[in-house]
């Protein structure tokens, strides 16, 4: 094994060679540039370069300093004490004990009302909530952000205090706020046969709120659910979220994440009827022209190809009509449809109703996509664009960058166009919003791929943050029972080997569009997923210290990974919990659960952790304080 490892890093990058390559074969200084034989071609231009000699000699040297099967324990737990070292053993060994794990509610109501509210707030600070929180309030998370920044690793916070509603009460919640007068129904989709009934009728169920599914908590142990409870609600998210910016702002110097979620900012509904609109939009457009929206939107399309495309459907309408309606989706007006205005989301005074048309090819009038909107269905759309915009504009001010995160595919369209409008606008001189990709989506890759190209094409930074995704046995339960496709890969391999292409995807885009114009932060707990993404950005010139790609965990998990990459001086990150200890129960138990899902990784680490121990106790280092 250390030949593997060493061999691996004496070995020189194609990148680096071709940099030392290039360099000694320019001329002395004064000298011109040799000219080329006339006989011979010109030589391709590189592509995969790094900036210049210091930072390949970065990458060589921090490839080196990186142990690729992340099992130094010296080095993993440098961070932690003796004390830490137990408390993540006995941790970890009770999430493996699986009546424990399942019962973990009940287990920590019993504590409760046994050992009295004062005792239990120090029982669980020196066991779970000490393992995967960092602290009560933003000035104890300070502390444990600078501890994590003395090892190398940066911190985005998330303020994890969740609403301890029951199955029921989440279930009677959901179910009042899901009603709405809005439908995306208009005639040019329903009843002009364009697309067929059976089509329109699954994909409105797709889209639309379900009774069995109203506890959108259920069999999601890796991702938090927000519960609408009204707008007030909303507006204290809101609140919570800016406070993470200030403290992530304060502890790192302007330089740091942030982390949120639509459906937090506003009523869940508004994004289903959001994400309907965008469905049947593309069933409408593979209808008529043959293509899907997805390959239209790369491949673009005029009006005059677009027109013809309505002749051989055998539609006849008056070119008036169609210029007018081409004129309703150019938003940017460059000459190309772009189908949805999505950029006008952000816009002040937009009316939801009045913002997406559809043009109805029987009548040859333009009808609005989304109906019947109340006034008051209105209001709060504007709340949710308002807030979310608000929370952006305060991280920005103070330097900090947000990250909006994935949720479930029914609610996904209409985040993934939001976070897309927010990066047009946003992302000029810098990434300052990330959209977040789930590897486990069938149509992930294609999905980043419209973006990519949408960046490209009108200027401005594509950042991404590439997970595997929360939501699986939800997503396949719920897709068995209303008999939709299931929208996740095969298995746990197919994802993998997709999230590496989606990564490869990105590094190409970084060739074509240069530096400054791409990034994306790396979460993932999988080890071979780490590998791959640091061999590729060793073949592809890419320094960490340019954090084009950077990486993230869990706090109180994976940090043989997360600690590894800090002190060989890769650009890594922990998700920081954090919030009153009864307040983040519910939290808690989610990563009890997460836990003793993953048996086979909790195993390595409790190995890894005993391993240490024992290092340090047989080497008479009873006490260490990091």
């Excluded at 005792?119 to 020196?126: C, E, G, I, T, V």
């Excluded at 070119?319 to 460059?334: A, G, L, N, S, Y």
Aim: some cysteine; proline content about 4%; glycine content about 6%.
């Amino acid at each position: 094994m250390r030949l593997l490892v060493a061999s691996r890093h004496m070995s020189r990058s194609p990148a680096v060679i071709r940099l030392l390559a290039s360099q000694a074969s320019q001329p002395a200084s004064g000298q011109p540039p040799p000219s080329p034989s006339p006989s011979s071609p010109a030589s391709p231009p590189i592509t995969f370069l790094p900036v210049n000699a210091a930072l390949a000699k970065e990458i060589e040297d921090k490839f080196a300093a990186l142990d690729p099967s992340f099992r130094n324990t010296k080095e993993a737990f440098k961070s932690k004490s003796n004390l830490d070292l137990m408390r993540a053993l006995v941790v970890l060994r009770m999430c493996a004990v699986k009546p424990l794990v399942k019962n973990n509610q009940i287990v920590l109501a019993s504590m409760r009302r046994i050992l009295g509210k004062s005792l239990f707030k120090k029982a669980l600070k020196n066991s779970f909530y000490g393992h995967f929180v960092a602290g009560e309030t933003t000035e104890e998370v300070g502390h444990t952000i600078e501890r994590l920044k003395r090892f190398g690793v940066k911190s985005i916070l998330d303020y994890s205090v969740e609403s301890d509603l029951s199955h029921d009460e989440a279930e009677q919640k959901t179910n009042a706020t899901s009603s709405m007068e809005a439908d995306v129904s208009p005639p040019a989709i329903v009843d002009t046969g364009v697309v067929d009934s059976a089509t329109v009728d699954l994909t409105h169920e797709r889209y639309s709120a379900h009774k069995d599914f109203a506890d959108r908590r259920v069999n999601v142990h890796a991702a938090r659910t927000y519960i609408y409870e009204g707008e007030k609600a909303c507006d204290i998210n809101r609140d919570v979220f800016c406070e993470s910016i200030d403290a992530v702002a304060k502890a790192s110097g302007g330089e740091g994440f942030a982390a949120i979620k639509i459906t937090a900012l506003g009523r869940p509904a508004l994004l289903l009827r959001l994400s309907e609109s965008i469905a049947q939009t593309h069933n409408f457009f593979k209808a008529l022209t043959g293509d899907s929206l997805g390959g239209l939107q790369i491949k673009r399309i005029s009006k005059d190809q677009f027109a013809q495309k309505l002749k051989n459907f055998g539609v006849k309408i008056d070119k008036e009509i169609i210029e007018q309606w081409f004129e309703t989706v150019d938003f940017d007006k460059d000459g190309l449809v772009d189908f949805h205005g999505w950029d006008q989301l952000l816009e002040d005074n937009q009316k939801l109703g009045q913002m997406f048309k559809v043009l109805n090819i029987k009548t040859g009038k333009l009808e609005p996509l989304i109906q019947n909107l109340t006034p008051q269905e209105e209001q709060e759309f504007t709340n949710m664009i308002q807030r979310t915009v608000e929370v952006a504009e305060y991280g920005i001010a103070r330097g900090i960058r947000l990250m909006v995160d994935a949720e479930q595919t029914y609610f996904q369209p209409a985040i993934s166009r939001m976070a897309v409008a927010m990066m047009k606008k946003y992302n000029k001189d810098r990434g300052n919003i990330f959209n977040t990709y789930q590897a486990y989506l069938k149509n992930a890759l294609d999905d980043m791929e419209c973006d990519m190209q949408k960046a490209r094409r009108e200027g401005w930074h594509f950042g991404a943050k590439l997970v595997r995704g929360a939501y699986m046995d939800q997503e396949r339960a719920r897709a068995e029972a209303i008999g939709y496709e299931d929208p996740i890969n095969e298995n746990y391999e197919v994802t993998g080997r997709q999230y590496e292409r989606c990564l490869t995807r990105i590094a190409d885009e970084l060739a074509r569009r240069g530096r400054g114009n791409v990034s994306v932060m790396i979460a993932s707990h999988n080890e071979d997923t780490v590998r791959f993404a640091t061999n590729l950005m060793r073949e592809r010139g890419i320094a960490p210290s340019e954090r084009i790609m950077c990486f993230a965990q869990l706090y109180g998990m994976c940090d043989q990974v997360s600690f590894s990459l800090g002190q060989a001086g890769y650009s890594v990150y922990k998700y920081l919990p954090y919030g009153p200890v009864e307040d983040v129960l519910p939290y808690l138990s989610r990563r009890a659960l997460e836990n003793g899902s993953v048996i086979e990784k909790a195993k390595v680490e409790r190995g890894m952790l005993s391993s240490e121990l024992w290092r340090r106790i047989s080497g008479g280092q009873f006490t260490y304080k990091p």
